[in-house]
């Protein structure tokens, strides 16, 4: 039995599933579809693509929760009809199949097992048909694409085979909303993610990558390397893609864009729908971000970690003294001191105890210092300023004249790069 087999042995979703028993395709679009009157839209953009030469398939994971409404029920029964209407009348390059996965138990019913489901079926897919590896791309159902999406992504996996997985730059449409200040919300909501992401690139965080559903694309061999998807309800990206990083490199297609929904919703307790939705209500909570000064002390503690290989538990005391209140307080209380003696116990040299201090002090321990570092020792400061804040620091010449609009357009010329991460710490 290969990896996948042992996967689907173990850990699949194995319930749910279409009626093919493997094909040639060895691209699998993984759609989850919740109450989604649109879809076709999605399926529109993604036959209007330029077709790879590796087959396509897209699994619409049509899911509904225990809990769910009626008008959920009907509707998902509508897109299936619609879908199959769509496949009749339409002579795509692409193989369309729907996973009907009706009533999940309420405790996991969400979009994290809807990927989960979709992706897992992937697996299954390939693995009936004995290929050595796949790619499963993650997208949402009501997002489009460039034309050279899937050409891209082919091309990005063909001409790098080592990399696990790669993002794919994204872009929100911002004038496409016809409720007023709903631009402004969503300009600022992307902002506030391209500041986040540059800021923990700028203070040294090796794995400084943006974690959006409908924009990434993974091997099917590191999927289930990784251990597959989560069934989180919200979030699942994040947490998928953070682990997925510690298999060594991964990639950014820049050379196309997703553009993701703007619109609102309440299916999720964050991410775009619920930040527009809150938006829209009035919520100010847009109209800041973390204060960079919270990621300056950052800059210096990544700086060099090999350096603690040198030292015992009273020198690491003292390398600590020095350092702002709420990072050094926060080290104390999440015992990241017990954490970096335990690495280096286990550490054999300083290019591993390098890997290995990223794998502990990660982008999760990042997020839950900036949170308790911001409930006593800093306050949440106006997006725009801190945005103007961090590109001075990397060099770029901005000045407050500089539009919000500008300051994104920045940011998005920073995403772009199409740079290969983790190579100097999967290399010597």
Request: charged share 25%; proline share 4%; glycine share 6%.
């Amino acid at each position: 039995m290969n990896i996948f087999g042992d996967y689907l042995t173990k850990r699949s979703e194995s319930k749910f599933r279409i009626d093919v028993t493997g094909n040639s395709a060895s691209i699998f679009v993984v759609i989850p579809c919740y109450n989604e009157p649109d879809v076709l839209t999605t399926l529109n953009s993604l036959a209007a693509c330029t077709p790879p030469g590796l087959e396509v398939v897209v699994l619409l994971v049509v899911n509904s929760s225990e809990d769910s409404t009626p008008e959920v029920f009907s509707q998902n029964l509508l897109t299936i009809s619609e879908v199959e209407e769509w496949k009749r009348a339409n002579t795509s390059f692409l193989h369309v199949y729907t996973i009907n996965a009706p009533r999940l138990p309420g405790k996991y019913a969400g979009v994290g097992w809807a990927r989960k489901i979709g992706m897992d079926e992937a697996v299954r897919q390939i693995y009936l048909s004995d290929l050595k590896d796949g790619i499963i791309v993650s997208f949402d159902a009501d997002s489009t694409v460039s034309p050279n999406y899937l050409l891209e992504i082919e091309r990005a996996f063909r001409d790098d085979p080592d990399c696990n997985f790669f993002t794919i730059n994204f872009e929100h449409p911002l004038d496409l909303s016809p409720i007023p200040g709903i631009s402004e919300g969503i300009l600022r909501y992307e902002l506030h993610m391209r500041y986040y992401r540059n800021a923990m690139k700028w203070c040294g965080y090796p794995h400084s990558i943006h974690t959006v559903g409908s924009s990434f694309a993974v091997k099917a061999s590191s999927y289930v390397k990784q251990g597959g998807m989560n069934r989180r309800k919200a979030g699942e990206d994040f947490y998928f893609l953070h682990k997925l990083v510690f298999l060594g490199k991964y990639g950014n297609i820049s050379s196309s864009t997703v553009y993701p929904s703007i619109r609102q919703s309440d299916r999720v307790p964050f991410g775009t729908g619920a930040a527009m939705k809150k938006w829209s209500e009035g919520n100010s909570e847009l109209m800041t971000t973390f204060n960079f000064e919270a990621f300056v002390p950052l800059k210096q503690f990544f700086s060099e970690p090999s350096n603690f290989m040198g030292m015992d538990e009273t020198k690491i005391n003292i390398y600590f003294h020095d350092f702002p209140i709420a990072l050094k307080q926060y080290i104390e209380e999440s015992g990241t001191i017990q954490t970096i003696m335990e690495l280096k116990g286990n550490c054999a040299n300083e290019f591993t105890f390098k890997k290995r201090f990223f794998h502990s002090i990660n982008a999760f321990w990042i997020l839950k210092y900036l949170n308790f570092a911001h409930k006593e020792f800093y306050r949440r400061d106006d997006l725009y300023s801190q945005a103007r804040r961090l590109l001075k620091e990397m060099g770029i010449k901005v000045d407050i004249k500089t539009s919000a609009r500008q300051l994104l357009d920045y940011y998005r010329s920073l995403d772009k790069e199409n740079l290969i991460g983790n190579i100097d710490l999967i290399k010597k």
